[in-house]
């Protein structure tokens, strides 16, 4: 494969920030992988960089090495590429353009390695079922071991299953284009944000219900929990980019319910702290406002600077579809302990 990056070519775009990409395409070779690490090292491209995809397939092994190292980069993923517009000059933001691409076979695989997973008009995403190069007896048990790394891959990938259900049912030497639903469907393509996944997490003095998104605004997470001797608490972990300074200091703390039709002021009863890229809110609540966000279609916290600021850092509203039955038996679970 080759790799391509570019980085912003303007002061004005070096100001804005997010004028970075990376074109990866052609046919994926062995070892494509550590080649693309030592690209990566010398490039250093920043978070959520955009990486476009135009191949037609290759080495499986490689394809996955590829997706995981954009996975720990946190970049997005797109098909195509993405290039300087040089026929329509700039001073001050460069042109680019989008040239409509394939991603096929196993480099249907790199693309799942995007936290964001765009398709874009004129995209390609072709599948068929994944097979190691030498299918003879000498080689089944190697065949085998790929056929579960792969399936290891889109599990920590957060990919639907389904996704390896389409492919296998295409032969190997046929393809099948998905269309935009089927992608959706199978959870491939996220556009700028995903859908919020809830969990419950049990320490020795501590349990509590988290929902965790992706999306263009950064990876966040928000907690309902107990402590053992605290009570009920609200956390809310917040990619930063590059914005601790307002995230900490700004004067306007507001857990959101219901969309933004409830609003709780923790603005004097909240700590915030940096740990590394995110910022980290954090409040002791009364057991109506844990009974609140337990009931409630959806919770986030926005931080402004003030009451007559129409603009908000933090976290819009995250659904708590997937993640109600939780944070009930939560709250049911202690409401009778304070």
């Known amino acids: 494969m080759k790799f391509e990056y570019t980085n912003p070519q303007s002061e004005i775009e070096e100001a804005f920030g997010g004028f970075y990409s990376i074109n990866i395409f052609g046919a994926i070779e062995p ?91 004129g995209a390609k995403f ?3 079922q994944f097979s190691f190069q030498d299918p003879s007896p000498a080689h089944i048990g190697k065949s085998q071991i790929l056929s579960a790394k792969i399936a ?58 988290r929902g965790v998104r992706d999306s263009m605004f950064g990876h966040h997470k928000v907690l ?30 507001e857990i959101i319910a219901n969309d933004e039709d409830i609003r709780v002021d923790i603005s004097t009863r909240c700590s915030r702290s940096i740990n590394g890229i995110y910022v980290i809110v954090m409040c002791k609540l009364t057991n109506d406002e844990a009974e609140l966000l337990s009931r409630s279609n959806s919770f986030g916290v926005q931080i402004r600077i003030s009451n007559e600021a129409p603009i908000f850092l933090g976290i819009s509203a995250m659904s708590t579809e997937g993640g109600r039955e939780k944070l009930d038996a939560l709250y049911k679970m202690f409401s009778t302990s304070q």
């Open 31 to 121: 070892g494509d992988d550590s080649m693309f690490q030592g690209f990566l090292r010398q490039a250093g491209p920043p978070p959520r960089t955009s990486v476009y995809i135009n191949s037609g397939g290759g080495d499986v092994e490689a394809a996955i090495g590829i997706g995981r190292l954009i996975r720990d980069a946190w970049f997005e993923t797109s098909i195509g590429q993405y290039v300087l517009d040089h026929e329509k000059p700039s001073e001050f933001i460069k042109p680019r353009k989008l040239i409509p691409g394939i991603c096929a076979s196993a480099a249907t695989l790199i693309i799942l390695g995007g936290r964001l997973r765009y398709f874009s008009d």
């Open 126 to 128: 072709g599948v068929h």
């Open 152 to 209: 290891k891959y889109i599990a920590d990938m957060g990919i639907s299953q389904k996704f390896l259900e389409l492919s296998s049912s295409v032969i190997n030497s046929d393809i099948r284009l998905l269309s935009e639903d089927e992608l959706h469907s199978v959870q491939i393509i996220t556009g700028g944000m995903t859908n919020v996944t809830w969990s419950t997490e049990l320490l020795p003095d501590f349990i509590y219900v």
């Open 224 to 253: 309902l929990g107990y402590a053992k001797d605290g009570g009920f608490v609200f956390f809310a972990v917040i990619e930063s980019m590059g914005r601790q300074a307002e995230l900490t200091e700004f004067g306007l703390v």
